[in-house]
């Protein structure tokens, strides 16, 4: 499966609480992205995830759960994955929500299908910083750090730099790509703009798009070819 999420430059991110038309959905889906994720921080449930999955499946692209809640992982998705967050004060976002669902669904869980990756979460009014109290005040050694431990030590496939709501500091993210050997890293924050897609694309190996599919539908399309196109 990560050499499949390797080959993605442009992702689309499909919140399960929000609403989307299904003429909104069609352009998404044959937009030109490489994938869907599904996720989401909050209003996460196992009945509108199953909607959104059968929606989206009428598509032939992959599309993955991101899993923020044990309630709501449904079967029939290409790939799961599982988020760490390296930079959380509450140690349940590192590793006790997943002993807790290993200890649970174990012998349920489709193992070849999952994916760990490292967040590291810097928007500090962001609901995922305030759910997982991630210390978002971080220098840039700081950050540099967590990255290099989340590839080196846990030998996670996956970095995430989540800026969630707001454009991110596209120096920091380049410094941390410089830093990676194999790890891929994934930006998502803040692209509400063809300018800033190919701000991001230059520094990391995949963009994710969300917010702005909401609230301007026209301007997220455009971000697929920004994207592409950038070196």
């Given amino acids: 499966m990560i050499d499949m999420i390797k080959q993605w430059r442009h992702v689309f991110k499909l ?11 069609d352009k998404v889906c044959m937009s030109g992205t490489d994938a869907i994720i599904v996720g989401g921080s909050s209003g996460i449930t196992y009945d509108n995830t199953v909607d959104l999955m059968s929606r989206i499946r009428r598509y032939e692209l992959p599309c993955v759960l991101e899993v923020s809640d044990l309630e709501a992982v449904v079967p029939g998705f290409d790939g799961y994955l599982i988020p760490i967050v390296l930079n959380a004060t509450d140690s349940k976002w590192m590793i006790g929500q997943h002993q807790q669902a290993i200890e649970r669904y174990g012998y349920l869980i489709p193992w070849d299908l999952l994916i760990a990756e490292g967040y590291i979460v810097l928007h500090a009014n962001s609901t995922v910083a305030r759910m997982t109290g991630a210390d978002t005040e971080l220098t ?3 950050a540099v750090a ?3 431990a989340a590839e080196r030590l846990l030998h996670l496939p996956i970095i995430y730099m989540e800026y969630s709501g707001t454009f991110g500091d596209m120096e920091l993210v380049g410094d941390i790509h410089r830093q990676l050997d194999q790890a891929h890293l994934i930006y998502g924050g803040g692209i509400d703009s063809c300018d800033r897609a190919e701000q991001a694309a230059q520094v990391a190996d995949t963009v994710v798009v969300g917010n702005i599919i909401y609230s301007d539908l026209q301007k997220a ?6 994207v592409k196109q950038s070196v």
């Fill in 15 to 25: 919140d399960q609480d929000r609403e989307i038309s299904d003429e909104a959905l």
């Fill in 140 to 142: 840039t050694e700081a």
């Fill in 146 to 148: 967590y990255a290099q």
């Fill in 221 to 226: 399309l455009e971000t697929v070819q920004a």
